[in-house]
C-alpha cells in the first residue's frame, strides 16, 4: 500500500469521501503506512498516545509544532502525511465506532490539520 505521501493527503481524502458513500459496512477502514521522517517510518508510542486523547484536535497543532521541532527539514505536507497516517490506526482499532465512524474521524482529522496549516 503507498504511504499517504506518495499518494496524496487529497487524493486519500476523495478516495475516503467515495468510499464513505458505499452502503454502511461496505468497506473497513485502510491505513497507509507512515512515510519515514529522519532515520525512522515508526510511529513512536507517546505520539501513539497521543492521537489516542479525547482532545486530539486541540493538540493537533501542537502536535506538528513538535514534530516539526522533530525534523526541521520535512515539509509541512509530510508532516501532515505523517500524523494523518499514524491517527488512522488508532481510530482503527476504536472497538466504539463503526466503520462509517471510523472514515469519518479520519477525514474530520485530516481535514482540520489541512485548514490549520494552509
Known amino acids: 500500500m503507498k504511504s499517504l505521501h506518495q ?6 481524502l476523495v478516495l475516503g469521501v467515495s468510499l464513505g458513500l458505499a452502503p454502511t459496512g ?7 503506512a ?8 515508526t510511529v513512536p508510542p507517546d505520539l501513539t498516545r497521543q492521537l489516542a486523547s479525547d482532545d486530539v484536535l486541540e493538540q493537533a497543532p501542537g502536535i506538528l509544532g513538535a ?8 515539509s509541512k505536507q509530510q ?3 505523517f500524523l494523518a497516517a499514524a ?9 466504539d465506532l463503526d466503520e462509517d465512524e471510523k472514515q469519518a474521524t479520519v477525514k474530520e ?3 482540520s490539520l489541512i485548514s490549520d496549516e494552509y
Open 7 to 12: 499518494f496524496g493527503l487529497r487524493s486519500m
Open 26 to 32: 461496505a468497506w473497513a477502514l485502510e491505513c497507509p
Open 34 to 41: 507512515p512515510q519515514q521522517l529522519g532515520d525512522s517510518a
Open 67 to 74: 514534530l516539526h521541532q522533530q525534523f526541521p527539514g520535512a
Open 79 to 81: 508532516l501532515i502525511d
Open 87 to 95: 491517527y488512522c490506526p488508532v481510530v482503527k482499532g476504536d472497538a
Open 109 to 111: 482529522f485530516a481535514d
